[in-house]
Nanobody, 118 residues
Framework: QVQLGESGGGLVQTGGSLRRSCAAS?????MGWFRQAPGKEREFVAT????????AYADSVKGRFTISRDNVRNTMYLPMNSLKPEDTAVYFC??????????????WGQGTQVTVSS
């Protein structure tokens, strides 16, 4: 069972930055980020292939968030810049054992709150 440990959430003002990290206990293929705001369904944020050569983003975060990974450390990153109040949500990382890009995902992190104040 792959364990995903998240870090890097918190409170930031509008226009500020945070960097999310997701460390996997062992090698995985595709990885991704999702978020869930209060009263809303979980939504896709970004995904990355094992090599890092393929990525995809939700339109709402393009140009502001950048997904990357370090396979030596089995860790995925999500620097988030120019944050907006509408980015406020619990952010989850996810990983797949069998799919290289996109879902479905087999493993999920515990989720970490990101709050952007106006």
């Amino acid at each position: 069972q792959v364990q995903l440990g998240e870090s890097g959430g918190g409170l930031v003002q509008t226009g500020g930055s945070l960097r999310r990290s997701c460390a996997a206990s062992e090698r995985t293929l595709g990885m991704g980020w999702f978020r869930q705001a209060p009263g809303k369904e979980r939504e896709f944020v970004a995904t990355i292939s094992w090599s890092g050569g393929s990525t995809a983003y939700a339109d709402s975060v393009k140009g502001r968030f950048t997904i990357s990974r370090d396979n030596v450390r089995n860790t995925m990153y999500l620097p988030m810049n120019s944050l907006k109040p509408e980015d406020t949500a619990v952010y989850f990382c996810a990983a797949s054992r069998h799919v290289n890009l996109g879902g479905p995902y087999d493993y999920w992190g515990q989720g970490t709150q990101v709050t952007v104040s106006s």
